[in-house]
């Protein structure tokens, strides 16, 4: 988690100090150092994105530096654009959206090493319909892959709108935060029809991180040369485009790659199966399910012997609180190795995490390694509620 909290300082510092880019790490940092599965990370790197952006859109708002009618004129298209990025990710594997992500950030790289002078030599004025179709075009890649485009933005208000740098920038902020607001709102439907959501605690620090990074980053702007660091930091994107292109690439063409396969719940076996776990006969194949928070509290009544894990992170257990009598394993690498001897893979596991997500992978790395029942309980604040006792 240490790592993460550093990708989320890099995320506002980087932000600060090119005025534009930083947020297009939150998706990498998130799944790569956070171990939150793609699609939940493109939602909360929209969120954290979105807050973020809200602070400097306001600064500039305040000074004037916002175009509302580009707003409008690119916003609005950029809203639906967005929206339908957002559903049709729902039908795209989290693998090949991180495949597209890979490829938007080389594009980036290759924004940032044009510059600024590059942008401001090439204006032309376009009419209000190219303008409107390649804001659609950015909401799109937004709602599908979790940047906020601003890369893509920038460019196209000094390029064809005509504005100058400075009130483009405030204005593609404005934009940004529409277009992240709109994107987020649809994953959150997205998620919760695969039975997952969001890490509230995670979007909230990460989002509060990354602000004052960008803060902190703004005031050193002034004393690194802009030119040196917007070249490291396009040579950082390419490497890392690549990096995300040789991970995920291979999984786009497995066989089990399907919508939502990295979301969604193990489909839950017959309500008589949770209400009755003696009455499961052994099987070749282990048991994995998932459990609504009141089969969830019904079956640790009915199994004395079950083994209830809670696979977040330290942090997250220290700021919420965790289940009583739960074991703590985290969800990252090596996990299945960890879990194995900690718990006794001949009783049942019930596994749970802040939102479903992690604990759903958890419970498909269990049962591969050989456990014989497991099953994913969802998130820890639905059981709160549900009346299970905490500590």
């Known amino acids: 988690m240490l790592y993460a909290l550093l990708g989320a300082v890099a995320i506002g510092l980087v932000l600060g100090l090119l005025g534009s880019g930083g947020s297009i790490l939150a998706v990498p940092v998130l799944v790569y150092l956070a171990d939150q ?83 401001e030599a090439g204006r032309q004025r376009r009419a209000a319909w190219v303008v409107a179709l390649l804001g659609a075009g950015v909401g799109v890649m937004t709602g599908l892959v979790g940047v906020g485009g ?44 695969s039975g997952g959501g969001v890490d509230w605690g995670l979007v909230g620090l990460f989002a509060a991180i990354g602000i004052g990074g960008s803060l902190v980053g703004a005031k050193m702007s002034q004393r690194v040369p802009q030119k040196q660091l917007r070249r490291g930091f396009a040579v950082f994107l390419v490497c890392m485009g690549l990096f995300i292109l040789v991970q995920e690439g291979p999984r786009v063409f497995e066989a089990e790659a399907a919508p939502l396969a990295e979301t969604a719940q193990a489909p839950a076996p017959e309500a008589a199966t949770l209400a009755t776990p003696e009455a499961v006969a052994p099987e070749a194949d282990p048991i994995l399910g998932s459990l609504s928070p009141a089969e969830t509290a019904a079956f640790l009544d009915a199994t004395p012997q079950a083994q209830l894990v809670d696979v977040r992170t330290g942090l997250e257990i220290a700021a919420s609180g965790t289940l009583r009598g739960a074991s703590t394993i985290a969800y990252g690498p090596g996990f299945a190795g960890r879990a194995a001897s900690a718990l006794d893979p001949s009783r049942p596991v019930v596994l749970y995490c802040a939102s479903g997500a992690r604990s759903g992978r958890a419970a498909q790395s269990l049962a591969d390694a050989g456990f014989s029942e497991v099953y994913n309980a969802g998130g820890f604040s639905s059981l709160e509620t549900a009346g299970l006792p905490t500590e």
Not at 79 to 107: K, S
């Open 150 to 193: 601003g890369f893509l933005i920038i460019p196209a208000l000094v390029l064809l709108v005509g504005l100058d740098m400075r009130l483009a920038v405030g204005t593609s902020l404005s934009i940004i935060v529409l277009n992240s607001a709109t994107g987020f709102l649809k994953y959150l439907d997205v998620l919760q029809a």
């Open 37 to 119: 599965p793609e699609k939940v990370a493109i939602a909360e790197s929209l969120a954290i994105v979105g807050a973020i952006a809200s602070v400097g859109a306001l600064t500039y708002a305040r000074q004037g530096l916002v175009d509302w009618k580009s707003v409008l004129g690119f916003g609005v298209p950029g809203i639906i654009g967005t929206y339908a990025g957002a559903a049709l990710a729902a039908y795209v594997p989290g693998a090949a959206q991180l495949v597209l992500f890979g490829i938007v950030m080389i594009g980036a790289a290759g924004a940032m090493l044009k510059g600024r002078a590059g942008m």
